[in-house]
């Protein structure tokens, strides 16, 4: 399996960078330095290839592969020297969370220099912000959890998966995690000629305190399907000539969302009895969840960390701070989504899907996405896709797919997508 892991790394190397670069591979003492040992071996004729050593070897597979760079005259060096490409083959997936200060130094020199930067397996450092910063990440027989964590983001890069030459199903687990790709996204693309807007459902969303919350969320879920949209609440204040408002829920909904800019609004809980929902935001703090929980099967929560802090609390997973909840995303959506019927929509910059134990993670989204609002579109997308009366579970999956892509395919600056252009992106996915 080195030897495989080595011409993984090799073959996308080859690839993707023009022969005669300089490459820099660091080595540990375990296993994942063995496949940098045997890295260096099938890359010297190509390549200008350096070693450094941070730890001598120690397993047997290290010692074996370092024995034969050394009989190959491979060179080995004593300080860290400016490279084209650096290879991290360090730790993989034996390293632990503690680190020393001569592994920090390293990292953080390293991170410094200009280089085009390969993680083996697993970023070394991967639950600091100092971890070795990959432009890929070449992982060995299989996806790792820890790769799709949050604080993980800017330390992976793309995420590739080498094949060890032998059947995943002799090394990989079965998984209750599954990750989403572009090609997984199923739009409500409407196939039948003789229909009406009857026929693409009704959607109601809740005002609150602040409008313009329920109005971006009414306008997402116009945009992705739902034939017809209405505002309810306070019908004196103007909203967008697309959206209907009422007083009171209309009869014809088919479902509902509530929570955004809701402030002190207080919801009717009997709406949410029977209705596809979707609860966002301040109604995430209250208890009402629960009896609706209790009493409807088809209900979507879509909390941020904070958020979901105090869904934890109330559905009595535990009591943990926001950073702890970033630390361990998987674990406790997992645990929720288990006490707790509903679809559980984890958001963050891997957003996580989870019903029943099972978790789908999406990645595909970016920081454009870190605005005000975002969060709505988002709820009124899983809206417009129940309203049309798709299943919690594919509502979520496909409308968080939507929302990321748009923000993937977005041409301007990340920085200034607003509400708005995700609404419109819906046209062009």
Not at 93 to 117: H, M, P, T
Not at 247 to 272: H, Q
Request: charged letters at 25%; a neutral charge.
């Amino acid at each position: 399996m080195v030897e495989n892991a080595a011409f993984g790394m090799a073959s996308y190397i080859r690839e993707h960078q023009k022969e005669g670069l300089k490459v820099l591979i660091l080595c540990g003492s375990g296993n994942n330095a063995a496949d940098g040992y045997a890295l260096a071996r099938l890359l010297q004729c190509s390549y200008r290839v350096d070693i450094f050593e941070l730890y001598p070897p120690k397993s047997e597979l290290a010692k074996l592969q370092h024995k034969r760079a050394k009989s190959l005259n491979i060179n080995f060096v004593d300080e860290i020297v400016d490279a084209d490409i650096i290879v991290d083959a360090l730790f993989g997936s034996g390293q632990k969370k503690e680190i020393d200060d001569r592994l920090k130094k390293l990292l953080l020199q390293v991170n410094s220099i200009k280089a085009f930067k390969i993680a083996c397996d697993i970023p070394t450092g991967i639950f600091y912000e100092f971890g070795f910063k990959a432009d890929v990440t070449l992982t060995m027989g299989a996806l790792k959890e820890v790769l799709f964590e949050d604080f993980a983001k800017d330390l992976v890069g793309d995420i590739k998966c080498c094949n060890l030459g032998l059947k995943r199903e002799f090394f990989e687990i079965k998984s209750d995690t599954f990750l989403l790709e572009e090609e997984d996204l199923k739009l409500p693309i409407r196939k039948d000629k003789n229909s009406n807007k009857g026929d693409f459902g009704y959607l109601s969303v809740i005002k609150g305190e602040q409008v313009g919350a329920s109005t971006i969320s009414a306008l997402a879920g116009y945009s992705f399907g739902a034939g017809l949209v209405s505002l309810v609440g306070d019908v004196s204040e103007k909203c967008s000539p697309l959206i209907m408002q009422n007083r009171i829920l209309s009869p014809k909904t088919t479902a509902i969302i509530g929570g955004m800019g809701l402030g002190n609004v207080k919801i009717k809980k009997e709406d949410f009895f029977c209705l596809p929902c979707v609860i966002d935001a301040d109604l995430l703090y209250d208890e009402v969840i629960k009896e609706i929980v209790e009493k409807n099967e088809n209900v979507v929560l879509t909390p941020h960390p904070k958020e979901f802090a105090s869904l934890l609390d109330m559905f009595k997973v535990g009591s943990f701070s926001t950073n702890e909840i970033q630390q361990n995303r998987f674990e406790l959506a997992r645990k929720f989504s288990l006490a707790c019927k509903a679809v559980l929509v984890l958001k963050g910059a891997n957003t996580i899907i989870a019903k029943n134990g099972v978790l789908y993670v999406c990645n595909l989204g970016n920081s454009s996405l870190a605005k005000g609002g975002s969060g709505d579109v988002l709820a009124g997308f899983i809206g417009g896709l129940l309203a049309q009366n798709r299943d919690t579970l594919d509502a979520s999956i496909n409308a968080v797919l939507a929302h990321a892509l748009i923000s993937k395919k977005f041409k301007a600056n990340n920085y200034s997508l607003t509400p708005y252009d995700l609404i419109e992106g819906a046209k062009w996915l």
